[in-house]
C-alpha cells in the first residue's frame, strides 16, 4: 500500500488545464459583493484568482469600508455611500460587543444582565441589516449606476450573502448567482437549501457535535426556533419592505436566495460533521490553504532560537483589538513559565508579567509559521480562516473562543481530538498553562491534527480552483438550473407531503369505514333473517 | 466569453496526476463483487481502470456467470457455485419476463392478468434474493475460503449492491466498503443514505418529473410505500435470515447497506432531477463515456452511403433477446419509408419487411457510432450505458422503454426536450414514422441532447478518474468515516425528532396550563372576596 502514500497536497497543476489553455484576454465579466471584516479576506483570494484568469472583475463596496480599498490591480470597484455608514465596517463595533459579551460572561448570567445584552445584539443585528437594505435602496435609487451596470452586461454575481445586497442586486439586474458563503442572514447556509434533520445537524449558535443527548436535542430544536423568530422578526422584515418597493408583487425575499445558482460553500467534511447536502453546493472549505513561504530572517532566527522546545503561536484574529488586560496578563503570566518561544500576535495594551520568551507583534505571517517545523501549538481564537490553516498544516490547537460562530468552530476540532478548548473569561494563569502543556505534550492532539490535515489534503483538486471552475461553469452555462431544485415554491405542508399523507389517511379511513359499515349491515341483516327462525 | 467555451471534453490527465506518480507494483489489494448482465459492463471499466493504476483485483463470481469470465487479464477470480445457479445470469430469464410484460401491455391491464404478472414478478425477485443469500451463505460455509479472503487482506471490498452479497462478505471481513450503486435492494440508492422528499423526489418505478401535480405526488407517495411493503415482506427477510444466522446479535441488515464508506452513484444531475444528496455520495455518471475511434471500414463505408440523410441507429440492450415479430416489423416497415440508413442491432427472429436501407446486426460498435457525425438519431430502450453515451455525444433519442428502470430513464430525457417516448405494445408503422421523423426533423431534439451534453462534458475530472480517486482514497485512509453520518442509528422517531417535538409541546401544555389554573384561581379568589362586599 506504500504506493498509495504519496499524496502530500493539492493537485495545484488543474487550475490552467480546466479551461483547455491559458488564461487570456477574452475573459468574462464579474461582479462581486464582499462582506467586509475577514470575509474579505476570502472573497479577495477569488478575485485574485478570478483576475489571474483574464476576467474582469468589479467589486461593490461601501465608500467607508476600512478593509475593501477603492483601488487594486485586481478589481475596479464601485462605492455606494450609505448615510451613517455600515456598522460592519467598524473596528470598534466588535472590540464594544465583544466587552459586553465578556462582561455577561464574567458576571454569570443575571437574568437582567443576560436580557439587556440580548436586546443590545438584536438592535446591533437588526441596524446591521437595515443599514444594508438601506445600500441596496441606494442603489437601486441611483437610476445612471443601475443603467451602467445592465450595459456592462455581466455575465455573473458572485456574492456573500452574510448580508445580501448582492442577491436583490443581481435579481434585478436578471443575473445568475454564485455564492461564496458559509452564513446567510438566518444562520448557516445549508438550512435554506437542504434538508437539514434537527436530530443530526447542530444549528447556527448551539455548540454541539452530531451525535446529541436528548437534552441536546431539544436545545437544537429551541436554538433553531429561537434563530427563525428572530430572522422573521428582527432580519427579514428589512428585506421584506425592499423587495414590496421594487420588485414584482408575489416576489418573496427567501426565493431569492434560495434561487442562487450555486453555492461555493466555505466547509469541508473534515472539519464539519456529515449533513444532508444539494447538487448545487459545491465544498470549497481551506480554499486558502497553502504551503508556507520561508520566514523573514528576524523572524527564522527568534523561531531558531527556540531549540528543541520549539515555538507557540497565538492570535485572536482580524475583528478583535484586544482582551481586557486582566486576561491578557494571566496569558502572559502562563506564557512565561514555557521553555517554547511564543509569538503573539496582540494589539491593544501590553498585557502585564511578559515573559522574555514571548514575542508580541502586530501581525504575523500566519500561514507561514503555521507551516514552519518548529511551531507546536496555535493559541486561536477559532475563526475558519485559521482553523482550516492550522488544520492543513497539522498545527494543533488551543481554542479561545470569543463571539459570533468560533464556539462552534473550536468544538469541532475538540471533538476530533486535534484541540483544548478554554472559556476566556475563566481562565488563570495556571489552568492556561495545564492546557497549552497538555496540547504540547500529550501526543494524540498533534496525531488528530495530521490525521485531519491528511484527509483534507487528500482531494483531486486543489478548492481554491474548485471554486474558479464552478464559477466559470455559471458564466459558462448562463446559471447551473440542472443543479437545483425549486421545490422551495412549494407550500410548506406539500414540500412535507402533509395534504398527500391526510388525503391517503382520509381514503383509507372511508375504506375502513365501508368495510366496517358492510359488515355491520351484514350482521344486522343475518340476525334479523335468524331472530324469526329462533322465535 | 469566447475564451470560456474552450471545454469540449474531460480533462484526461489528472487520474495519472493525482495520485503524485505514475501506477506502480506498490498498488493496493481490491475485492470486488459485480452484478451479472450490464451491470458487469460498467464494473469492468473500473476494474481495468483499477488494474492499469497498479492494483491487484480479485473479482468474485457465480461459477456458471455467462457474462463474467473466470480469467482476464486484469483480474484473478474466485467463483461460487450455487446449486441450481443464479437466475440474474441465465439469459432467457429476462426475455420471458419481458414477454410476459409485453403481455400484460397489450391486453390492458385486466384486473386478473395483472394480479398474475405481479405474483410471478415479486415470486422471481425473492428466487433472485434467495440464490443470492444462498451465495453467502456458500462462501460463509467454506471456512478456506474466509481463511483465504482474510489472509489476502484486501484494502477495500468494491461492489454492486443490487444484489448485497459483498455487504455482507465485506462486514464478515471487518473492511471498509464502496459502493459502485444505483440500485439497490430496495430501488434507488439514494433513499437509504440522503433525505428523499416523497415531494419531489420521484421514487422507482414511478415515471415522474421531479415537478408533480397532486396526483402524481399522490402516486409517488403510493408507490414508495408499496416499494417499502415489497422489501419488507419479500426481500429483506432472505438477509435477515442470513444476518441472525451469521453475526453478532443486534446486527441489522439495513444498517450494513447504510454503513457503507462511499457511494459512487453512477448518476450525473444532468439526467437526474436535482435532490438531496449525501457528503460520501460520489456522482460518476458517465463514467463509461469516451471519444469516440474510428469505425471498421465496411460499417464506415456503409455510414457514408447515407449521404446527406444520415445514419438511424436502434438497439435494445444486452439482456434482450427481440421483440415479438409483430412489433418488430411494424418498425422495419417504419424504417423501409425513410430515406436515412439504419442500422440495427437485432437478435432472434428476421421482422418483415426490412428495407434495403436497413442494416441488421448482431453487435455494433455504439459508442464509436453514436459520435459519428452521420448518426443523426438513437432509437433506444434507455438502459443508462446508453443513454449516457448518447447523452455525450449529443445525439437525440426515440426511446421504447421494456422493462425495470427504463421508463424512467427516457422519462428524464424526454421533459428536458431530447427524446420522445413510444410505448412499445402500442406501436404501429406509422406512429413509430412519425416518433422518429419528429426527432430528425424537430432541431429542438437536437439542440436539447447538445446542451445537455454541453453539461455532462463540462466537469473539471472525467467521471472514471473521479471514482478511481474516491476508491484510493478509501484505501489510502482504510474507509471515509468523516463523510458519513451514523444517524441512520437512531430509532426513526429521533431521527424526525418526533419525541423532542412530542417533549416541547407537553412543555408548552404544562405552561399554558399552569397560567390557565394561575388566573381562573386568582379569579375565583377575587370573586369570594367580593361577594361578601357584595352581600
Known amino acids: 500500500m506504500s504506493g498509495l502514500n504519496g499524496v502530500t497536497g493539492f493537485v495545484l497543476a488543474v487550475s490552467v488545464a480546466f479551461l483547455g489553455g ?22 479577495n483570494l477569488l478575485i485574485e484568482g478570478l483576475h489571474a484568469r483574464g476576467h474582469q472583475v468589479t467589486v461593490v463596496r461601501s465608500a467607508s469600508s476600512w478593509y475593501i480599498k477603492e483601488s487594486s490591480p485586481h478589481y475596479r470597484s464601485i462605492s455606494i455611500t450609505v448615510p451613517g455608514g455600515m456598522d460592519i465596517e467598524k473596528q470598534d463595533f466588535f472590540a464594544s460587543f465583544l466587552l459586553k459579551m465578556l462582561e455577561i ?6 437574568p437582567l444582565a443576560f436580557v439587556s445584552f440580548y436586546s443590545y445584539m438584536l438592535s446591533a443585528l437588526s441596524g446591521m441589516h437595515q443599514q444594508a437594505s438601506q445600500f441596496v435602496v441606494e442603489m437601486f435609487e441611483n437610476k445612471a449606476l443601475m443603467q451602467s451596470l445592465r450595459d456592462s452586461q455581466y455575465d455573473v454575481v458572485l456574492l456573500d450573502p452574510g448580508l445580501p445586497v448582492g442577491v436583490l442586486v443581481a435579481h434585478k439586474l436578471g443575473l445568475p448567482t454564485v455564492f461564496n458563503v458559509r452564513w446567510i442572514t438566518s444562520g448557516e447556509g445549508h438550512f435554506v437549501v437542504a434538508p437539514s434533520p434537527m436530530s443530526y445537524v447542530p444549528t447556527a449558535g448551539y455548540a454541539t457535535s452530531d451525535k446529541m443527548t436528548f437534552g441536546q436535542r431539544v436545545g437544537n430544536v429551541f436554538i433553531y426556533l429561537l434563530n427563525m423568530i428572530i430572522d422573521m422578526f428582527v432580519i427579514s422584515p428589512h428585506y421584506d419592505r425592499l423587495v414590496k418597493n421594487y420588485f414584482e408583487p408575489g416576489t418573496n425575499f427567501y426565493h431569492l436566495l434560495q434561487g442562487t445558482d450555486l453555492w461555493l460553500m466555505r466547509v469541508d467534511f473534515v472539519f464539519e460533521f456529515p449533513r444532508p447536502t444539494m447538487p448545487n453546493i459545491v465544498y470549497i472549505g481551506g480554499f486558502q490553504c497553502k504551503p508556507s513561504k520561508p520566514l523573514p530572517t528576524e523572524l527564522e532566527e527568534f523561531v531558531q532560537s527556540s531549540g528543541e522546545h520549539g515555538v507557540i503561536l497565538m492570535s485572536l484574529g482580524t475583528l478583535v483589538k484586544g482582551l481586557p488586560v486582566e486576561i491578557t496578563s494571566e496569558i502572559a503570566a502562563a506564557f512565561a513559565q514555557l521553555p517554547q518561544k511564543v509569538i503573539w500576535r496582540h494589539m491593544g495594551k501590553q498585557p502585564i508579567g511578559l515573559g522574555n520568551n514571548t514575542l508580541l507583534v502586530n501581525w504575523m505571517p500566519q500561514n507561514d509559521l503555521l507551516g514552519h517545523p518548529k511551531v507546536k501549538a496555535f493559541v486561536a481564537h477559532g475563526g475558519t480562516n485559521g482553523l482550516y490553516e492550522a488544520m492543513y498544516h497539522g498545527v494543533p490547537l488551543v481554542g479561545l473562543p470569543l463571539l459570533f460562530d468560533q464556539f462552534e468552530n473550536v468544538l469541532r476540532l475538540e471533538v476530533r ?23 504540547l505534550h500529550n501526543p494524540s492532539y498533534r496525531t488528530s491534527m495530521e490525521r485531519l490535515s491528511s484527509l483534507h489534503r487528500d482531494k483531486p483538486m486543489h478548492p481554491l480552483d474548485t471554486a474558479l471552475f464552478w464559477i466559470e461553469f455559471v458564466m459558462r452555462h448562463k446559471g447551473a438550473a440542472h443543479l ?15 395534504d398527500v399523507i391526510g388525503f391517503l389517511l382520509a381514503v383509507l379511513f372511508v375504506l375502513v369505514a365501508i368495510t366496517v359499515g358492510s359488515i355491520y349491515f351484514l350482521c344486522l341483516r343475518l340476525c334479523r333473517k335468524r331472530k324469526p327462525k329462533q322465535e
Chains 1, 2 share one sequence.
Open 22 to 43: 491559458p488564461p487570456g484576454a477574452l475573459g468574462g465579466n464579474i461582479l462581486i459583493f464582499p462582506l467586509d471584516g475577514s470575509h474579505w479576506v476570502n472573497m
Open 105 to 110: 460572561q464574567r458576571e454569570g448570567a443575571s
Open 417 to 439: 481530538g486535534a484541540a483544548k478548548v478554554l472559556e476566556v473569561t475563566k481562565i488563570s494563569s495556571q489552568s492556561f498553562l495545564e492546557a497549552v502543556q497538555e496540547v
Open 484 to 498: 437545483r431544485t425549486e421545490s422551495y415554491k412549494m407550500p410548506w405542508y406539500s414540500y412535507h407531503s402533509l
